[in-house]
């Protein structure tokens, strides 16, 4: 009998239906999180609820927060990651953009001007998430627990822009390496600019255009200054939730499981709420298309991009943004780089990378 009862235990343990002490409860933790931008909303309609609702609802309050945005706190974009490595955050959400300057690797998963779709948008995220996982953990020191986006991408300008070729010399809000790639492809500047400068920037036309989401362009009041939407889609802003290393060693196996299940289904919250309210964007800053369902429209010029530029985006897509990138790539990582990134998104996005 005795024989028995151990092997229907054993059973049991392997199919996960007995706990083992060291998995028996949730740890309690309170943990130091830093989010996006908090006027934006994927801190307001989903990092901050997950963070101050789910997490707490769901654990029994054993796993609670200190939520606060980056611009509460002060701190730029490229330093959100720097700060999460030493163990100033616990948790960190950030764009992936911020940190391409210093790994193109990372940079290669939202390349400027590759991605033209929502769904080729997330299946390129999925191809490539192994990639980007080993590069945070064995760089920055953090367990990379999601990719989710904002929304598309767009240019948003106050000057006369209605192709392309009209963005002949003009000064363009950048805030990735390859943004700037694809924007010097188009014969005009790339200027970096902090994404709460650019309404003054764009008034004082110390830039003609800058670069951002649909929807957070509306919500920044960029429409107040803006004349022209050109509708170019130069990417969807890949952001990452991350944890780090240090805290989730600590954590024991049913916490672990615990908040792996919990951030699989914030991802899936934060595309879906991001994808809806992506065309909203457009009306919203053009008044063109639909109700305003975010406030006072705005009143923008509406320019689609015609066949011809989209050839040209094409064009400077292979010769340029491509090309730069798979040299800085190259130069600091090795030719394995590329072969990752042509297996991956390049398959989907129907692209090569070209080796130098």
């Not at 654990?59 to 945005?69: D, E, F, Q, W």
């Not at 009209?166 to 902090?194: N, Q, W």
């Not at 809806?276 to 008044?287: P, R, S, W």
Request: aromatic share 8%; with cysteine; charged share 20%.
């Amino acid at each position: 009998m005795r024989n028995t009862l151990t092997a229907l235990g054993s059973a049991l343990l392997s199919l996960g239906l007995l706990a083992t002490p060291a998995s028996a409860e949730l740890d309690q933790l309170n943990l130091k999180v830093v989010g996006t931008w908090g006027n934006l909303s994927n801190w307001k309609v989903n990092e901050q609820p997950f963070w101050d609702k789910t997490m707490p609802e769901a654990s029994g309050g054993k796993i609670t927060a200190n939520a606060v945005p980056q611009t509460d706190v002060g701190i730029k974009g490229f330093e959100v990651v720097r700060m999460l490595k030493i163990g100033v955050f616990d948790v960190a959400h950030g764009v992936v953009g911020y940190i391409a300057g210093e790994d193109p690797i990372v940079e290669g998963v939202d390349l400027a001007g590759v991605i033209q779709n929502w769904d080729d948008a997330k299946a390129s995220m999925d191809a490539y998430r192994p990639i980007i996982a080993k590069q945070f953990e064995e760089t920055y020191g953090a367990k990379l627990m999601a990719l989710y986006p904002f929304p598309s991408q767009m240019l948003w300008c106050n000057a006369d822009v209605n192709s392309a070729e009209d963005l002949a010399g003009k000064k363009v809000r950048v805030y990735t390496t390859s943004m700037g790639d694809l924007i010097e492809g188009l014969d005009a500047t790339s200027v970096t600019i902090a994404f709460a400068e650019v309404v003054p920037a764009l008034e004082k036309k110390v830039v003609d255009c800058g670069i951002t989401g649909t929807m957070p362009a509306y919500q920044a009041k960029w429409w107040q200054i803006a004349t022209h939407a050109y509708l170019m889609k130069v990417g969807y802003t890949a952001t990452f939730a991350a944890i780090n290393l240090t805290t989730w060693n600590r954590m024991n196996d049913e916490t672990k499981a615990f908040v792996e299940k919990h951030f699989n289904e914030f991802e899936k919250t934060a595309w879906a709420n991001t994808m809806a309210e992506d065309e909203m964007g457009i009306i919203c800053n053009t008044g063109v298309g639909g109700e305003c369902t975010a406030g006072e429209p705005g009143g923008m010029k509406k320019v689609e991009p015609s066949a011809a530029d989209d050839a040209k985006r094409k064009q400077i897509l292979e010769n340029v943004v491509l090309k730069r990138w798979a040299e800085r790539c190259v130069e600091k990582f090795g030719e394995k780089c590329i072969d990752d990134w042509n297996a991956t998104i390049g398959k989907i996005a129907g692209v090569t990378a070209p080796k130098p």
